[in-house]
């Protein structure tokens, strides 16, 4: 399936019928009095979080969502009947934004929770509405309300505990395949991946957390050079970030430390929040390192990079070391998850103090 992570969609909702002006009118009834029901209200557009959704393909084809307009009132007191909502399915963490205003009507956490995105209008009055003891024979009516319309941008932020962050070809893929049930693009060539993967990672009954293989940068990503940059908001929602370096490289002239630092400048340039998250340094291809080599490498690489946080040594391909990593990790994030929900970020402020309509 063709991964799609934005798309820009138009919305109407539909508008509320017409009130009908109308009179009974029966042999022996000289008076019947007013008699025209109000127009029914026009559909609503809402959205909603599907947890079996995983990208926005959808949307990329299908740009224009309408909602049925309200039936117009009509005599014998017959009420309009209400246009059919429509509901927009999309993935667990699509951000809702309005084009127009820039506002964020919508960011989608929680599964089968529906958002109101685009208001159906108002059914109109019919005279029957307007009749009382001093207006026996009423010719008001309304027409209907119309709905709401708008041009809307949908943007995926993948939900993740753990996201992997690297050059191309540092291993992530292979990690990924090698700890979860995510089966991505595995070969003995070079190439990056390319889009987002997720994978779910058990290391015990009830104990599992979900990790993101993110297109690898390169040098210039956070001013739009390769592919990763298109994909770093992904990682802004993730509790940890696993930096993997390629210890042992195809080309003896590449530096790992050269491209360890140039990843953390681009993530410091692209978001100072996502650079600030908790970072672990994962060491990979060890096993390409001759054994009586292994220490001195991998210290002569932390002093060099003055490296002060945690350090592993793994490597993907042999399965090396993933066990006490994939332990630490757990239990970094159930204790985060334990201490304190996800922090929110900043632009939603305004949505979650005011509340979904």
């Known amino acids: 399936m063709k991964f799609v992570d934005e798309a820009t969609i138009d919305v109407a909702a539909g508008h509320g019928g017409a009130g009908c002006l109308s009179f009974r009118r029966e042999k022996c009834i000289p008076f019947g009095g007013p008699n025209g029901g109000d127009g029914g209200r026009g559909g609503s557009v809402w959205a909603v979080a599907d947890r079996n959704l995983n990208t926005l393909v959808d949307y990329r084809y299908a740009r224009r969502h309408e909602a049925r307009n ?34 964020v009507v919508a960011e989608l956490l929680v599964p089968d929770e529906p958002v109101l995105v685009a208001k159906g209008g108002d059914g109109g009055f019919g005279n029957l509405h307007y009749k009382s003891s001093t207006n026996r024979a009423p010719r008001q009516k309304t027409p209907g309300w119309p709905g709401e319309q708008r041009r809307l941008k949908l943007e995926l932020r993948v939900l993740a505990d753990v996201g992997l962050l690297g050059m191309p070809n540092a291993g992530k893929s292979t990690l990924i395949a090698a700890i979860s049930n995510a089966r991505p693009k595995i070969a003995d060539y070079p190439f990056t991946t390319l889009h987002p993967n997720l994978g ?12 993101a293989d993110i297109p690898g940068l390169i040098e210039g990503a956070a001013e739009g050079a390769g592919l990763g940059h298109q994909f770093l908001r992904h990682l802004q929602r993730t509790r940890l970030l696993l930096h993997l370096v390629d210890l042992a490289p195809f080309d003896d002239s590449v530096d790992p430390v050269a491209q360890a630092r140039a990843i953390v400048k681009e993530l410091r340039k692209y978001d100072e929040a996502l650079y600030r998250k908790p970072r672990w340094l994962v060491l990979n291809k060890i096993d390409m390192i001759p054994q009586d080599e292994r220490a001195a490498r991998v210290k002569d690489f932390v002093r060099r990079l003055r490296w002060k946080g945690p350090v592993f040594e793994i490597s993907a391909l042999a399965r090396e070391g993933l066990e006490p990593l994939l332990h630490a990790i757990y239990e970094h994030v159930a204790a985060h998850k334990e201490a304190a929900p996800p922090e929110p970020d900043p632009r939603f402020a305004d949505v979650a103090e005011s509340g979904h309509e």
Do not use: C, K, N, W
């Open 70 to 103: 309200g039936e117009p009132g009509r005599g014998s007191d017959q009420f309009g009947a209400a246009g059919e909502d429509i509901v927009l399915r999309m993935p667990v963490g699509t951000i809702v934004t309005d084009l127009d205003s820039g506002a």
């Open 200 to 211: 779910v990672v058990r290391v015990g009954p009830e104990r599992s957390f979900v990790v």
